[in-house]
């Protein structure tokens, strides 16, 4: 089955620096490949997400870039604000079907 | 109108007791999920429900049991609760499968379980 590591565990910035959070796949055949966000005490919600047709797709501050040939994906984040402070979670997908998660990137942001 | 909901939001209880956890959406999805986020954060799906169908059953023990009356319902039933089963339990649904936008995935807010 799928495998989806993630790096780093932790990532501390400072307010307006960049934050990249990094994942790799197992399944060439994954095609899809989602990032949720998950403020504290709050629910995973999705943010962005890129499907193997595109390299790359932007949405105001946070980007997703995916390389296939090497089987992994990107999450940027440019000028961070203390909001953006998450756990973030990437993900991999075949097709349709079921999602794997990896363990997730707790963001700190300082002011 | 919440999308997906999940009650209680807080179940603190004893060992060896047995206790459920509700969810339903009202998205119109085919597909329910739960997913168990432990202390450190990693979010492990323990069960899929297609259209009321067991369509993901990962490995969890029996005293886990899922129930779907319908498609917008899926039920958490845990037996004979552990220390282990600590954890906060997520409700999610998707479109359904085969089908654009079918594992997008809308959670619930959460349920806190606290086994003592």
């Known amino acids: 089955g799928e495998n989806v590591e993630q790096h780093p565990s932790t990532l501390s910035v400072q307010e307006g620096d960049s934050a990249v959070i990094k994942c790799t796949y197992s399944d060439s055949a994954s095609n899809y490949f989602p990032w949720y966000k998950q403020e504290l005490g709050k629910r995973p919600q999705l943010i962005i997400d890129?499907?193997?047709?595109?390299g790359e797709k932007k949405d105001q501050r946070i980007a997703v870039t995916l390389n296939k040939t090497a089987k992994h994906f990107s999450l940027h984040i440019t000028e961070t604000q203390p909001e953006d402070s998450a756990v973030y979670f990437c993900?991999?997908?075949?097709?349709?079907?079921?999602?794997?998660f990896g363990k997730g990137t707790m963001l700190l942001v300082s002011p | 109108d919440t999308a997906v909901s999940q009650t209680p939001k807080y179940l603190v209880t004893q060992m060896g007791n047995d206790k459920s956890i509700k969810c339903e959406q009202n998205?119109?999805?085919?597909?329910m999920y739960w997913y168990k986020q432990d202390s450190k954060k990693f979010l492990k799906i323990m069960f899929s429900?297609?259209?009321?169908?067991?369509?993901i059953n990962e490995t969890v023990p029996n005293r886990f049991s899922p129930k779907s009356p319908d498609k917008a319902h899926l039920n958490l039933h845990i037996n004979s609760l552990e220390l282990g089963d600590s954890a906060v339990y997520f409700c999610?649904?998707?479109?359904?499968?085969?089908?654009?936008?079918?594992?997008?995935?809308?959670f619930g807010a959460g349920s806190r379980l606290t086994v003592l």
């Open positions: 993900a991999a997908s075949k097709g349709y079907s079921t999602l794997t």
């Open positions: 999610a649904s998707s479109l359904g499968t085969g089908i654009s936008g079918a594992n997008v995935l809308t």
């Open positions: 998205l119109g999805h085919d597909t």
């Open positions: 890129i499907r193997s047709n595109v």
């Open positions: 429900y297609n259209n009321k169908e067991l369509i």
